[in-house]
Structures are given as structure tokens and as C-alpha cells.
């Protein structure tokens, strides 16, 4: 099975510009995570959805970050304006609730520099 | 809110040594509480964890770690430190809903 797949893997941009992250969850996971991981701060939970329902946004920096879950097999976290200090590595995570383990899989993760 | 604590940024252990990654928590009602591995340029992949039941966890690679209730600790070990066990260790507590929150990491490096 496929596991959580992220694009792009790698972004560099100039500050100002849009970006935008992708994420596909594991086939059949209903709940979906964004955490954005930097030396300083360690990892930090962005959003979450379930069932494609975004449950808890308050750890979205500002305005300028996004998130949305069209559809169960995609979702889209997109900043605009992206900032220098938005750089980071940003990682979704899905799991399944209903055999709910505590286990969140993981993708690779969307390493972002903003110049 | 939930959180957990990681004392050490780092943890030097030679080859074959017993090791322990330190964890705390601070939660309100019963901790649900996790350790997740996390290998250079990779996601972080699920190792242990407790829910309720025996205080000594068995997970993946080796790893254990003991709940401790009257200490608040969660402690990560192996019995013998391999060179591949060298990695990003990350404890873990259910926050809202499903989601969880992390601590800050603890690098682990193992000698030959």
C-alpha cells in the first residue's frame, strides 16, 4: 500500500509569492493532519480534518495559511503571502479512527524556504 | 492543554549500552501517550505507545518504554544501542480529538 505522499518535496520561493502543499492520505483514513516542523518550535499541529471537515484550525499561524480538504483522498495547505519565516518542513499525517491506535502515518514531508 | 516535555536536546550512548530518551507530561484526566522515530530527510513513524494496562510498552525495533504515574514520566529504552538506532526521537500526547502533540525531540547518536 501506498503511504502518505506529499508534493512538492522540495519548494523554494521568494517571499511574497504563493505556495502551495499537497497532500494524499492513506486510502480509507478519515481523519488528516498539517504539522510544520522548524529547529525552534519542534512540531507543531497546523489543522485537522475529519472526514474531510477541518476540526481544529487554531494552530494556524495567520491568515495567510490555508488549508483545504476537497475531496477524501486530497487536501491542500497554501500560504499567501509566504514570509521568510514560514520556512520549514511541513508534514501531513493520516489515520484511521476507527481502529484508532494513537498511530498517525506519516508522509515525507514539503520542504519549504522562503528567500 | 496536553503537552509533554523532552529534558535533553541530545543523548550520546556507545554501541551495545543500554539507552533512555527522557519524557515527561502534564495532561488533565488519563494520558494517552506515544514515542515516534524519526530518521534523517523522513516522517515520523509510530514506535510505542500506552494507552492503559502494563507500564512497560514494547514496541518496535527493540524499544520499550515505562509509564511511570507518580513521576509523570514516560521514558523510552533499549536494552542494547545499535549504530542504526542513531535518529530523531519524539514523544507524544493525545491532544483534542485524534490529533497529538509533540514534544520537541531528542537526537540520539550511537558510537561504534
Redesign the interface.
Known amino acids: 500500500d501506498a503511504g ?1 505522499i506529499q508534493s512538492p518535496r522540495h519548494e523554494v520561493t521568494e517571499m511574497g509569492q504563493e505556495v502551495t502543499l499537497r497532500c494524499k492520505p492513506i486510502s480509507g483514513h478519515d ?1 488528516l ?1 498539517w ?1 510544520r516542523q522548524t529547529m525552534m518550535r ?2 507543531e ?1 497546523l489543522i ?1 480534518f ?1 472526514n474531510n471537515v477541518p ?2 484550525d487554531s494552530g494556524m499561524p495567520e491568515d495567510r495559511f490555508s488549508a483545504k480538504m476537497p475531496n477524501a483522498s486530497f487536501s491542500t495547505l497554501k500560504i499567501q503571502p509566504s514570509e521568510p519565516r514560514d520556512s520549514a518542513v511541513y ?1 501531513c ?1 493520516s ?1 484511521l ?1 476507527g481502529a ?10 514539503s520542504r519549504l524556504t522562503v528567500l | 492543554a496536553q503537552s509533554v516535555a523532552q529534558p535533553e536536546d541530545q543523548v550520546n550512548v556507545a554501541e551495545g549500552n543500554p539507552l533512555t530518551v527522557k519524557c515527561t507530561y502534564s495532561v488533565s484526566g488519563n494520558p ?1 501517550l ?1 514515542w ?1 522515530v524519526q530518521y534523517p ?6 514506535l510505542l ?1 500506552y ?1 492503559t494496562g502494563d507500564n512497560l510498552v514494547k514496541g518496535s525495533y527493540g524499544f520499550e518504554a515505562e509509564f511511570n504515574k507518580s513521576q509523570t514520566s514516560f521514558h523510552l529504552k533499549k536494552p542494547s544501542a545499535l549504530v542504526s538506532d542513531s535518529a530523531l526521537y ?1 514523544c507524544a500526547v ?12 531528542t537526537s540520539l547518536l550511537v558510537t561504534p
Request: avoid cysteine.
Open positions: 502518505v481523519y493532519f504539522y519542534g512540531l499541529l485537522y475529519n476540526i481544529d508534514f499525517a489515520s479512527a484508532w491506535t494513537g498511530e498517525l502515518f506519516f508522509g515525507e514531508g | 494517552y506515544f515516534y530527510n523522513r516522517g515520523l513513524q509510530f505507545k494507552i519524539f493525545r491532544a483534542s480529538g485524534y490529533a497529538l502533540n509533540f514534544g520537541k525531540g
